[in-house]
C-alpha cells in the first residue's frame, strides 16, 4: 500500500511538472495548433491516468505509472525513445521535448488522414 500510494505521488507531481511545462511552453508565442495539441495530450495523459484497466494491471505487476501513462498516450513513441522501460522520476526534459515532437508528428498525421478521409467522403457525396 505505501509503495503504491508513493507511485501516486510521483505520478501527481510528474503531471504537475508537465502542467508547468506545458503551460510555460505555451505561452510563449504558441500557436493555436500548439495550445490545441497541448490540450489534447493533456487530455490524453489525463484519460490514461483516471483509466483502471490501463492502470490496474501496472499497479498488480508495480510497474511504474508513468510507463503505462507514456504507453496508453501513445506505444509508437514510447517504444521510439524508451527501448528499455523508465525508472521513476528518470524522464528528463530532453526526453520530454523529444516525447511532446513525437506526439505532435504523430497528431499531424492523424488529422492529415482524417482531412483526406473526409475529403474523399465529401467527393464520393458529389458522383
Not at 41 to 46: D, E, I, L, P, S
Not at 109 to 126: L, M, N, S
Request: charged share 35%; with cysteine.
Amino acid at each position: 500500500m505505501l509503495k503504491r500510494s508513493g507511485l501516486l505521488l510521483v505520478l501527481f507531481l510528474f503531471v504537475q511538472t508537465l502542467n508547468i511545462w506545458i503551460t510555460e511552453a505555451g505561452s510563449s508565442k504558441a500557436t493555436k495548433s500548439g495550445s490545441t495539441f497541448d490540450k489534447d495530450v493533456q487530455r490524453r495523459r489525463n484519460e490514461c491516468a483516471s483509466n483502471q484497466s490501463i492502470m490496474e494491471p501496472c499497479i498488480q505487476e508495480e510497474v511504474d505509472e508513468e510507463n503505462c501513462i507514456l504507453k496508453c498516450v501513445s506505444q509508437k513513441c514510447y517504444n521510439e525513445l524508451f527501448p528499455e522501460p523508465i525508472e521513476d522520476g528518470e524522464v528528463i526534459s530532453s526526453q520530454n521535448i523529444r516525447l511532446k515532437r513525437c506526439l505532435r508528428e504523430e497528431v499531424k498525421v492523424q488529422r492529415a488522414a482524417e482531412a483526406q478521409r473526409e475529403k474523399e467522403r465529401k467527393r464520393g457525396d458529389v458522383l
